[in-house]
T-cell receptor, first 113, second 114 residues
Framework: SQQGEEDPQALSIQEGENATMNCSYK?????LQWYRQNSGRGLVHLIL?????REKHSGRLRVTLDTSKKSSSLLITASRAADTASYFC?????????????FGKGTKLSVIP | DADVTQTPRNRITKTGKRIMLECSQT?????MYWYRQDPGLGLRLIYY???????NKGEISDGYSVSRQAQAKFSLSLESAIPNQTALYFC?????????????FGPGTRLTVL
C-alpha cells in the first residue's frame, strides 16, 4: 500500500498548547496535503505542500516536508477547542496516470478547554 | 448552499438490496471521486471519474459500480449490499489542472447494511 501513516493515532492537549502530527509515506510524491475532519463530517482541505517545498504556513498551521525521509509534519500553534478533530495526510503520487490521493488513517486531536 | 451534496445522508438497508448513493456538485469540477471510510482505516478510494466518459476503478471497487450521468452528478451503486459494506461514504470533487489539486468533500452518507 502507498498509504501514508500518521503519528500519533491520538493526541490530547490543553488549549493554548501546540499540537504536532507526523505523516510518513513510502514512495515519490507530487505533493502532500493535510485535511481535517470534524466528527462524522466531510473532510476539509487545510494545506498543500509540493515536493519541491520544505515548509509552508497558513494562519496557525505550519507544514514541513522532508522528501529524503519521506515524512511531513503538521504543527497547529496556540490550539483552540475548535481544533478538536481528526487530521489526515494525503499523498499525490508521481506515477504515470496516477491522479489519486491516498489518505492515511488519521490523528485524532482533542483540545481540552 | 453546499457545493458538494450527497443523498441520502443516512440509510439503513438489508443484505441483498440494491442501493444507490447520489452525489451532485455545483463547483464546475470535472473530477469526481467516491471513498469509503471505516473506523481505523482512513479513506479508501472506490471509483473516480475525470469526465463524463471516463470511469476508473480505485483501490476497493469490488461490489460497487458507478454512473457519471453528467458533469455535476456521480452515483455509486451497491448491486447487492452486504454487511461489510457498512461504512461512511464520501463523494469528492477536484478541478482538472494537474490532477493533484485539493479535493472538496461532501458531507457523507452513513450506510448500514443489516
Amino acid at each position: 500500500s502507498q498509504q501514508g501513516e500518521e503519528d500519533p493515532q491520538a493526541l490530547s492537549i490543553q488549549e493554548g498548547e501546540n499540537a504536532t502530527m507526523n505523516c510518513s509515506y513510502k514512495t515519490s510524491i507530487n505533493n502532500l496535503q493535510w485535511y481535517r475532519q470534524n466528527s462524522g463530517r466531510g473532510l476539509v482541505h487545510l494545506i498543500l505542500i509540493r515536493s519541491n517545498e520544505r515548509e509552508k504556513h497558513s494562519g496557525r498551521l505550519r507544514v514541513t516536508l522532508d522528501t529524503s525521509k519521506k515524512s511531513s509534519s503538521l504543527l497547529i500553534t496556540a490550539s483552540r477547542a475548535a481544533d478538536t478533530a481528526s487530521y489526515f495526510c494525503a499523498t499525490a503520487y508521481s506515477g504515470a496516470g496516477s491522479y489519486q490521493l491516498t489518505f492515511g488513517k488519521g490523528t485524532k486531536l482533542s483540545v481540552i478547554p | 448552499d453546499a457545493d458538494v451534496t450527497q443523498t441520502p445522508r443516512n440509510r439503513i438497508t438489508k443484505t441483498g438490496k440494491r442501493i444507490m448513493l447520489e452525489c451532485s456538485q455545483t463547483k464546475g469540477h470535472d473530477r469526481m471521486y467516491w471513498y469509503r471510510q471505516d473506523p481505523g482505516l482512513g479513506l479508501r478510494l472506490i471509483y473516480y471519474s475525470f469526465d463524463v466518459k471516463d470511469i476508473n476503478k480505485g483501490e476497493i471497487s469490488d461490489g460497487y459500480s458507478v454512473s457519471r450521468q453528467a458533469q455535476a452528478k456521480f452515483s455509486l451503486s451497491l448491486e447487492s449490499a452486504i454487511p461489510n459494506q457498512t461504512a461512511l461514504y464520501f463523494c469528492a470533487t477536484s478541478p482538472p489542472a494537474g490532477g493533484y489539486n485539493e479535493q472538496f468533500f461532501g458531507p457523507g452518507t452513513r450506510l448500514t447494511v443489516l
